[in-house]
Structure formats: structure tokens, C-alpha cells
């Protein structure tokens, strides 16, 4: 099986990470990862120049994004990780997914098509706000909505969410959010 990890967050030691690593030494070796760090990716933004959807590709030259929206076609499952910003994802995770509409879903003129049914996802979040003000505020709730919405026009089946709040005033991860990582690793 292979497994695709988005990590959309700037710090490669940070929250996302760590869950998102946490993860990975569950999986074990049983299976095959791609971890993918979103920062680390030359993307040109999306023209909206609509070429894609009849194209069934990107018009833009090639670049990352074409290069992770295959692998996103190849993964059996897709886990996407993201600290938030202002209530959404980060903005590079956001180009990616922008710049790969047509990787998640076809569309041929009528209503959108899933292009991944029966592919499973896992969505992981950390934001700063204490809880329930994280939920309450949008924050996490934010994030998470905009990370479902792609999966789900997608074909893609939901099957965690980790959502870490108040990473502001609690240094590393805690215990709980490890081992659930762990176990999330191992289910997978």
C-alpha cells in the first residue's frame, strides 16, 4: 500500500510535523510512505485560466505541483497535515491543492466526478487557540471544513482527524496526541 503525507507546515520539527512523523513510525515499514514537505516545493500559483478542466491537466509548465498531483493519483492513502492560519490551511498546502483540481476530481462540464472513491484520507491540524476556542472560533473547524471539502469532492473516505489545539502555550506534543499518532500509524 502506499501513503502519500502532506506536511503543509513551515517548521520541520514543529507540531505537524511531529504528529505527522509519529504517524509514519507507526506504519512501520508495513508499508510504502511518501512523506511530502510542502514548504520545500516550487509552485507557481494557480491563473484560473479554467485550461484544466476540459485538459484534464494543469496549462502551467511543469512544476511540483504537477509532480505531487501524481502522486496523490498513486496513493492508496492521503494524509495531510496542516498548522492553521487565519482558520484555513497554510498557503502552500492551499496552491498545491489549487494548482491539482483536476487530480481530485474530474470535470467534464456537467458535476463534478471523484477521481479517488474507495481511497481512504487522514486530516491532522494544530493551531494555537486553546480549546473549545479553536472549534468555537473556526480555527481548527476552519481548517479541517476546507481539508474535508477537497477530500470528499474527491471520492476520498475520512478516516481520523487529529486536531492538536493550544500549541502556543505547550512546548512539543503531548502524550495523548503521540500515542493516538502511534495508533493511527498502526491502523493504517
Not at 514543529?14 to 514548504?39: F, P, Q, S
Not at 505541483?65 to 492521503?78: F, N, P, S, W
Amino acid at each position: 500500500m502506499k501513503i502519500l503525507i502532506l506536511s503543509g507546515g513551515p517548521r520541520k520539527n514543529g507540531t505537524t510535523a511531529t504528529i505527522l512523523n509519529k504517524i509514519v513510525e507507526g506504519v512501520k515499514g508495513r508499508h510504502e510512505v511518501d512523506l511530502v514537505d510542502v514548504y520545500d516545493l516550487k509552485i507557481r500559483p494557480c491563473m484560473g485560466c479554467l485550461k484544466c478542466r476540459p485538459d484534464k491537466e494543469c496549462a502551467l509548465p511543469e512544476d511540483d505541483a504537477q509532480i505531487v498531483g501524481r502522486k496523490i493519483k498513486d496513493a492508496d492513502v492521503l494524509i495531510v497535515g496542516t498548522p492553521t492560519y487565519w482558520g484555513n490551511m497554510t498557503g502552500p498546502l492551499k496552491t498545491l491543492f489549487d494548482r491539482n483540481v483536476t487530480t481530485i476530481e474530474r470535470i467534464n462540464g456537467g458535476l463534478p466526478k471523484p477521481n479517488h472513491r474507495g481511497k481512504r484520507a487522514v486530516i491532522v491540524t494544530a493551531s494555537a487557540a486553546p480549546w473549545p476556542y479553536n472549534l468555537l472560533s473556526s480555527q481548527s473547524g476552519g481548517a479541517v471544513r476546507s481539508l474535508k471539502t477537497i477530500l470528499k469532492s474527491g471520492g476520498f473516505k475520512i478516516i481520523d482527524v487529529i486536531n492538536m489545539p493550544n500549541t502556543k502555550r505547550r512546548p512539543g506534543v503531548p502524550e495523548q496526541f503521540v500515542k493516538r499518532a502511534l495508533k493511527l500509524g498502526k491502523k493504517i
